[in-house]
T-cell receptor, first 115, second 113 residues
């Protein structure tokens, strides 16, 4: 299996621009998570989906952030408009378990720099 | 919500020595405690986990201990090797009815050859 695939691996953009991060989970996994990693705050859960349905988005920092999962094999995290404080590494992870926590399989991350 | 604290933030050991990383958690309902290893430029990867019905679990050179009364758990790495150098994260979760891992802030382990 190819694992969780994220794109782009690196993104540099200017403040105010729209950013879209993409994720392909491991086939057959029911749950998908978006995390943000910064030096100051560590790994923070932004949102997670179960069977393509958003379950908990309480970690999404503000309305500028949105996430979608139109099907079982694809998810996006969008930031519009982006701000310098959004600079971070964004990880997507998937899990084969729906109703109970288990191993998370992380992608290699998307490093976002907002100038 | 759950609060997980992790110490130390950095740790350097000589190759062959042992390394210990400690975490505490706040929610007594937490019953699942995984440890993830993150190598440079990669995503975190599960290396070992423990559930609250056991006090210790071993897998070759790594072991995890859990003290539910004190609400702390630890990762022990013996006979450290340079490839153990990475950032290690502990986490805590309630296994049922919730699908959220609360991560510690990470420990950067450096094994000096």
């Amino acid at each position: 299996d190819a694992g969780v695939i994220q794109s782009p691996r690196h993104e540099v953009t200017e403040m105010g621009q729209e950013v879209t991060l993409r994720c392909k989970p491991i086939s057959g996994h029911n749950s998908l998570f978006w995390y943000r990693q910064t030096m100051m705050r560590g790994l923070e859960l932004l949102i997670y989906f179960n069977n393509n349905v958003p379950i908990d988005d309480s970690g999404m920092p503000e309305d500028r952030f949105s996430a979608k999962m139109p099907n079982a094999s694809f998810s996006t995290l969008k930031i519009q408009p982006s701000e310098p404080r959004d600079s971070a590494v964004y990880f997507c992870a998937s899990s084969p378990l729906s109703l109970s926590i288990g191993e998370l399989f992380f992608g290699e991350g998307s490093r976002l720099t907002v100038l | 919500g759950e609060n997980v604290e992790q110490h130390p933030s950095t740790l350097s050991v000589q190759e062959g020595d042992s390394a210990v990383i400690k975490c505490t958690y706040s929610d007594s309902a937490s019953n699942y405690f995984p440890w993830y290893k993150q190598e440079l430029g990669k995503g975190p990867q599960l290396i070992i986990d423990i559930r609250s019905n056991v006090g210790e679990k071993k897998d070759q050179r790594i072991a995890v201990t859990l003290n539910k009364t004190a609400k702390h758990f630890s990762l022990h790495i013996t006979e450290t090797q340079p490839e153990d150098s990475a950032v290690y994260f502990c986490a805590a979760s309630i296994t049922t009815g919730a699908n959220n891992l609360f991560f510690g802030t990470g420990t950067r382990l450096t094994v000096i050859p």
